[in-house]
């Protein structure tokens, strides 16, 4: 399946951010500093992130985003043309290209301080352009959230299936959810959406279809994810690894869910995948050059 008229076929509407990465054995705590290792300058951001995980895995894909007119833009752009996203639809704002303060620890686990920069400039406006011959539409956080909405509901309207990473969790409107095809999320997101649409906290992950999506994914980590649709909950399991760095994995979950939904698969099934090309992910340093290409996952590819 191909957008027409060489229009992409999975279209990712997210953020663009230079990750600045250090090293550190902690840390630090308020008021202290702690010496790290050098900085690393690597392409990031959670749209561009999935875009180049899609690309990766032969999913036809398009980015709409926003970058500054500065080096860090060039990175971005570089990445992404390397790994075959479209870029025609990223747009050169006068502001800064987004960055992300990123420290990993020993353990491969991350803390992450984000300047959005750039990518506060994408508005609802700029998404109505870009849905034209897209099968797919991805959406994550790190962009303003009318823009987010707008790009779900624009979608319902055109026919796309739309998935919502709805990573940094933040409060989206009934409406949205309702016209939501696939709902991606972590736990620790999950929980926070069961307790702020119910009022408490529940240990039910299927309530979340009550919020309105038609399905939804919540990935687990190390222990895989659970996908829930049409009432039931299936397990999906993930590849036993060793984590250098989890920078990136969420939303190299993502870029493979959409791809392979794409290929016309079941959601289970898509997320079997995805689980399979995030533990490949966290094998190896950064986010985007760590998302592997088909034949670097684990298992037989089909």
């Known amino acids: 399946m191909h957008g027409?008229?060489?229009?992409?076929?999975v279209l990712v509407v997210g953020s663009a951010n230079a990750d600045l990465v250090v090293a550190a054995e902690r840390r630090p705590?308020?008021?202290?500093?702690?010496?790290?290792g050098d900085t690393e300058i690597l392409p990031g951001g959670k749209g561009a992130n999935t875009a180049v995980a899609a690309a990766r895995l032969g999913a036809h894909t398009g980015l709409l985003a926003a970058v500054g007119e500065d080096g860090n833009g060039r990175v971005l752009l570089d990445s992404l043309g390397e790994s075959g996203v479209h870029t025609d639809l990223v747009r050169i704002a006068d502001r800064p290209t987004g960055a992300a303060y990123i420290t990993v620890t020993p353990d491969g686990?991350?803390?992450i301080l984000v300047s959005p920069g750039a990518n506060s400039t994408l508005r609802p406006a700029d998404v109505d352009a870009a849905l034209p011959g897209a099968a797919i539409l991805v959406v994550s956080m790190e962009i303003p959230l009318p823009t987010v909405e707008h790009a779900v509901l624009a979608a319902a309207e055109a026919g796309i299936r739309s998935i919502l990473n709805l990573s940094p969790v933040a409060k989206v409107s009934e409406r949205v959810?309702?016209?939501l095809d696939v709902l991606l999320v972590n736990e620790h997101e999950g929980a926070w959406l069961l307790a702020s649409g119910f009022g408490k906290a529940d240990a039910d992950p299927r309530r979340l279809l009550e919020l309105g999506p038609r399905a939804a994914v919540i990935t687990r980590g190390a222990r895989g994810a659970l996908v829930l649709a049409d009432g039931e909950v299936a397990e999906v399991g993930s590849p036993e690894v060793e984590a250098v760095d989890t920078t990136g994995a969420g939303d190299a979950f993502a870029g493979a869910l959409a791809a392979t939904l794409a290929t016309g698969a079941s959601l289970a099934d898509a997320a079997r995948r995805a689980a399979r090309v995030a533990a490949v992910s966290v094998t190896r340093h950064g986010a985007q050059p760590s998302y592997p290409y088909p034949d670097e996952l684990p298992g037989q590819e089909h």
């Open 4 to 9: 027409s008229q060489g229009r992409p076929e």
């Open 29 to 36: 705590a308020g008021g202290e500093t702690v010496l790290g």
């Open 109 to 111: 686990e991350n803390s």
């Open 177 to 179: 959810l309702r016209a």
